[in-house]
T-cell receptor
Framework: DTAVSQTPKYLVTQMGNDKSIKCEQN?????MYWYKQDSKKFLKIMFS???????INETVPNRFSPKSPDKAHLNLHINSLELGDSAVYFC?????????????FGPGTRLLVL | DQQVKQNSPSLSVQEGRISILNCDYT??????FLWYKKYPAEGPTFLIS?????DKNEDGRFTVFLNKSAKHLSLHIVPSQPGDSAVYFC?????????????FGTGTRLKVLA
């Protein structure tokens, strides 16, 4: 009964390919996030959705497109993968407006672009 | 420009002693701070948080101190245990401005020696 799950856990692919990473949360939260942790270990927000609406969209190439079919899912599609996309991608969820808002993270997807 | 900094990439502490992890921030709009703990190959897990209206928050062995004038927060772990060995991230957000974007530090790797 994992709270925030991501698939796949590992992804090795060639440059130029298109790939998707899926995220699901069973916590009943209304907000979901995608973070990227690069080789320097910076954990940076990419996108956030609240009730299926995009609320945070950082400076991310257009090749990255998030999709939220419902409140429990936030998928990340990446077109024309580049070497620099190699990183660990974390999904997270939270419930907005609480006194103590905590983000719950998934286990991460390790993407390696060759 | 890194708004949240953890200047010590690593820290080693003897079991039973106090571990002190530090975090500095530059944005005076930040009003909510969290500490996360991360084990290898797992996502970050929430540890403790503090709002800017407080200067201390305690939860068991973990205490977070906030010094707003110095824009500094610290996490104290007493007593330290080998299971505390992990990477610790601090994060900050400016909730009063309506944003729920969290800025993370680069982490401090804590090693508790038995």
């Amino acid at each position: 009964d994992t709270a925030v799950s991501q698939t796949p856990k590992y992804l090795v692919t060639q440059m130029g390919n298109d790939k998707s990473i899926k995220c699901e949360q069973n916590l009943g939260h209304d907000t979901m996030y995608w973070y990227k942790q690069d080789s320097k270990k910076f954990l940076k927000i990419m996108f956030s959705y609240n009730n299926k609406e995009l609320i945070i969209n950082e400076t991310v190439p257009n090749r990255f497109s998030p999709k939220s079919p419902d409140k429990a899912h936030l998928n990340l599609h990446i077109n024309s993968l580049e070497l620099g996309d190699s990183a660990v991608y974390f999904c997270a969820s939270s419930q907005r407006g609480g006194l103590q808002e905590t983000q719950y993270f998934g286990p991460g997807t390790r993407l390696l672009v060759l | 420009d890194q708004q949240v900094k953890q200047n010590s990439p690593s820290l080693s502490v003897q079991e039973g002693r106090i571990s002190i992890l530090n975090c500095d921030y530059t944005n005076s709009m930040f009003d909510y701070f969290l500490w996360y703990k991360k084990y290898p190959a797992e996502g970050p897990t929430f540890l403790i948080s503090i709002s800017s209206i407080k200067d201390k928050n305690e939860d068991g062995r973990f205490t977070v101190f906030l010094n707003k004038s110095a824009k500094h927060l610290s996490l104290h772990i007493v007593p330290s245990q080998p299971g505390d060995s992990a990477v610790y991230f601090c994060a900050a957000s400016a909730r009063a401005s309506g944003t729920y974007k969290y800025i993370f530090g680069t982490g401090t790797r804590l090693k508790v020696l038995a």
